[in-house]
């Protein structure tokens, strides 16, 4: 009796740091690692730097993504896969843009 009332502090540190750091981590990670999975072309995304545009080709194999960030100059630019933040929807990118 004695050494579960030594070990029980312990345990419920233990669980109490799992539910509040740990799980939620891995929930995060798995909606970032679904949303990066379902990425496709003509997707309107944002980057982690900030940086709007629109999917022109995602190579998955190098982990790179083509985003073309001005249609009027046709100007494209590569970025990490992983610094996809989140692909936009017509709400959210009239949002961001103060419309």
């Known amino acids: 009796m004695q050494i579960l009332l030594q070990v029980l502090p ?4 233990g669980f ?3 539910t ?5 981590e891995r929930e995060r990670m798995k909606r970032q690692q679904d949303l990066l999975a379902g990425l496709k072309k ?8 900030g940086i709007y545009g629109t999917v022109a080709n995602v ?3 190098a ?3 083509t985003l073309k960030v001005d249609d009027a100059a046709n100007v494209k630019i590569q970025v990490a896969l992983s610094t996809i933040a989140t692909v936009l929807d017509g709400s ?4 961001a843009s103060g419309v």
């Open 92 to 95: 959210a990118e009239a949002a």
């Open 20 to 24: 509040l750091l740990y799980k939620p």
């Open 42 to 49: 003509n997707d309107r995304v944002l980057t982690s730097a």
């Open 10 to 13: 312990f345990l419920l540190v």
């Open 59 to 61: 190579d998955r194999d």
């Open 16 to 18: 109490f740091a799992w």
């Open 63 to 65: 982990g790179r993504v």
